[in-house]
C-alpha cells in the first residue's frame, strides 16, 4: 500500500511536504532554496557557494561554534551544498529532534549572522572547493560538457572560479543573501517517523512570515559547436559526450532511462563490456540521464590514455548510437533487478526519501510514491523501450576532450 503524503503550501511560497515512514525510528529534511548558481552575477562566480557557507558559521543566537555544538548534541547528521538552481540544507536524526533541528535552520535560512569576522575563513574554503575540483580533470571535462550543452546560467557550477571569489566582499553576500533567501519556490520535505498536523503547526510558526519574492533569470545560449579540446599535458585522456534527451519531468523519461540503463550501470552494462573489457581501452567509463530545469541530455565520460583516446571516442560513440538498434530481454531484466534494488534501499533510508520527494516536486509539482516508481519500472518493455529509441535516436551531439591531443570527431554525430 502506498504511504500517505502530505503538502502544505503556505501563502509566502513556501511548501512544506512529507511522507510518514512510521517503521523507521529517524528522520529526515531537505530545505531548498532558490539560490543556486544560476542567481551569481557573472562577474562573481561562486557567490552563492560563499552565502551558503557564511549562513552556517553563526545564525540567530548562535555563534558559529555553537551551532556546530548544538547540531552534534541533537545527533544530526547535517549537510548544506550548492547546485546550479538551489541551495540545499538538509539532516537527519532521531526522530524526537526534528523540531529542535528545523528550529535552527530556520535561523540559518532567515537570521544568519554574515560577520565580518567569519568572512576570510570562509573565503579560504570556497578558495579550496575550487582547488579541489581544478585538480579533478574528469569534472574538468564533464563541467565543460555542461557549458557547451546548456544554455548560461544552467550550465554553472556552484563553485565559481578563485579569481571571482577573491572579487567578493562582506556587501555581496549580504545583498545575495537579502535578495535570494526568500520564500518563494523554496520546499522543505520531510520523511520518516513524523506526525503531520505537528509538523505543519511547527514550520508554520518558524517559516510563515517569511518574506520575499522569486527573481526572473535571463538565459544565454549555449556555444553551437559541436566539439571542444582542452589542451592538457598528460599521459591521460578524458572524454566527454552528450545528447539532447528528455528531462525528468517528460512522460517518456524512463524509457530512455531505461535504455541508458542498458548502456551503463553494471559490469554486464554494454559500455563496460565492449569498451573496458572486450577491448581493455580505458579505466572508466559511464552514460547517465541528466535533467536541468526543463532540460534533459544523455552525458557519457571515459577516461583513457593518448594513445587509444580516438579509438575510445570512436567506440563511445558507435555505442551510443547502436542503441538505436534497440534492448534486450535479458539487459532488461538486469535493470529492472537494479532499480528494483535501489527502490528498496530508498525504503530503508529517510533522507533519500527526503532528497527524492524535495527533486519530485520540483519538477513535477507533485510526489510519484514508490508504489507509483515501481508500477512504472514494471511497465517498461523492450518494445516500448525500442519504439522510444526509434522516435527519438540521438542528435545534437556535444563532444567535449582534455588531453595532450585533439581528436576527430567520429562519424554519425558531425
Known amino acids: 500500500m502506498a504511504n500517505q503524503v502530505y503538502s502544505q503550501q503556505f501563502e509566502n511560497g513556501l511548501t512544506l511536504l512529507?511522507?510518514?515512514?512510521?517503521?523507521?525510528?529517524?528522520?529526515?529534511?531537505?530545505?531548498?532554496?532558490p539560490s543556486g548558481a544560476d542567481r551569481d552575477p557573472k562577474q562573481l562566480a561562486g557567490l552563492s557557494n560563499f552565502v551558503c557557507e557564511m549562513a552556517q558559521r553563526?545564525?540567530?543566537?548562535?555563534?558559529?561554534?555553537?551551532?556546530?555544538?548544538?547540531?552534534?548534541?541533537?545527533?544530526?547528521?547535517?549537510?548544506?551544498?550548492?547546485?546550479?538552481?538551489?541551495?540545499?540544507?538538509?539532516?537527519?536524526?532521531?526522530?524526537?529532534?526534528?523540531?529542535?533541528?528545523?528550529?535552527?535552520?530556520?535561523?540559518?535560512?532567515?537570521?544568519?549572522?554574515?560577520?565580518?569576522?567569519q568572512f576570510d575563513d570562509a573565503q579560504q574554503v570556497c578558495i579550496q572547493e575550487v582547488r579541489s575540483h581544478d585538480d579533478d580533470l574528469a569534472h574538468q571535462v564533464m563541467t565543460e560538457l555542461r557549458r557547451h550543452r546548456y544554455a548560461d546560467p544552467?550550465?554553472?557550477?556552484?563553485?565559481g572560479n578563485i579569481e571571482a571569489i577573491q572579487q567578493i566582499k562582506i556587501d555581496h553576500v549580504r545583498e545575495h543573501f537579502g535578495t535570494f533567501y526568500q520564500p518563494q519556490g523554496a520546499i522543505l520535505s520531510v520523511a520518516g517517523k513524523i506526525d503531520?498536523?505537528?509538523?505543519?503547526?511547527?514550520?508554520?510558526?518558524?517559516?510563515?512570515?517569511?518574506?520575499?519574492?522569486?527573481?526572473?533569470?535571463e538565459e544565454t545560449p549555449a556555444p553551437a559547436a559541436p566539439y571542444f579540446h582542452i589542451d592538457h599535458d598528460s599521459s591521460q585522456t578524458h572524454l566527454a559526450v552528450s545528447y539532447q534527451s528528455v528531462p525528468y519531468s517528460h512522460d517518456?523519461?524512463?524509457?530512455?532511462?531505461?535504455?541508458?540503463?542498458?548502456?551503463?550501470g553494471g559490469m554486464s552494462?554494454?559500455?563496460?563490456?565492449?569498451?573496458?573489457?572486450?577491448?581493455?581501452?580505458?579505466?572508466?567509463?559511464?552514460?547517465?540521464?541528466?535533467?536541468?530545469r526543463t532540460r534533459g541530455?544523455?552525458?557519457?565520460?571515459?577516461?583513457?590514455?593518448?594513445?587509444?583516446?580516438?579509438?575510445?571516442?570512436?567506440?563511445?560513440?558507435?555505442?551510443?548510437?547502436?542503441?538505436?538498434?534497440?534492448?534486450?530481454?535479458?539487459?532488461?531484466?538486469?535493470?529492472?533487478?537494479?532499480?528494483?534494488?535501489?527502490?528498496?534501499?530508498?525504503?530503508?533510508?529517510?533522507?533519500?526519501?527526503?532528497?527524492?520527494?524535495?527533486?519530485?516536486?520540483?519538477?513535477?509539482?507533485?510526489?510519484?510514491?514508490?508504489?507509483?516508481?515501481?508500477?512504472?519500472?514494471d511497465a517498461l518493455t523492450c518494445q516500448t523501450i525500442n519504439q522510444y529509441l526509434v522516435d527519438n535516436p540521438p542528435r545534437d551531439f556535444r563532444v567535449v576532450t582534455l588531453g595532450a591531443k585533439q581528436l576527430e570527431i567520429p562519424r554519425g554525430i558531425s
Not at 103 to 116: E, G, K, Q, S
Not at 154 to 159: E, H, I, K, L, Q
Not at 321 to 350: H, P, T
Open 58 to 117: 553563526g545564525c540567530g543566537s548562535r555563534s558559529s561554534r555553537q551551532f556546530i555544538e548544538d547540531l552534534e548534541l541533537l545527533g544530526v547528521d547535517s549537510s548544506g551544498s550548492v547546485s546550479n538552481g538551489f541551495t540545499s540544507y538538509g539532516g537527519s536524526m532521531p526522530a524526537e529532534k526534528l523540531r529542535d533541528a528545523l528550529t535552527i535552520y530556520a535561523d540559518v535560512a532567515r537570521r544568519p549572522h554574515l560577520n565580518d569576522d
Open 252 to 264: 517518456d523519461y524512463f524509457q530512455s532511462h531505461g535504455a541508458v540503463g542498458v548502456l551503463s
Open 297 to 377: 541530455a544523455i552525458v557519457s565520460y571515459a577516461g583513457t590514455t593518448t594513445e587509444r583516446a580516438q579509438e575510445t571516442l570512436d567506440v563511445l560513440v558507435h555505442e551510443l548510437l547502436r542503441l538505436q538498434e534497440g534492448v534486450r530481454e535479458q539487459e532488461l531484466q538486469r535493470l529492472k533487478a537494479r532499480i528494483k534494488s535501489q527502490l528498496i534501499m530508498a525504503q530503508e533510508s529517510s533522507s533519500a526519501r527526503s532528497s527524492q520527494i524535495a527533486w519530485d516536486w520540483y519538477h513535477l509539482n507533485r510526489i510519484r510514491a514508490l508504489d507509483e516508481l515501481s508500477a512504472i519500472i
Open 196 to 217: 503531520w498536523q505537528s509538523l505543519c503547526d511547527h514550520v508554520g510558526q518558524l517559516f510563515s512570515d517569511w518574506t520575499g519574492s522569486d527573481q526572473p533569470i
Open 269 to 292: 552494462s554494454r559500455l563496460f563490456t565492449e569498451i573496458r573489457e572486450k577491448r581493455g581501452l580505458c579505466y572508466s567509463v559511464y552514460a547517465s540521464c541528466e535533467t536541468v
Open 154 to 159: 544552467y550550465s554553472r557550477v556552484s563553485y
Open 18 to 33: 512529507a511522507e510518514p515512514m512510521d517503521w523507521l525510528e529517524s528522520v529526515a529534511f531537505t530545505l531548498l532554496i
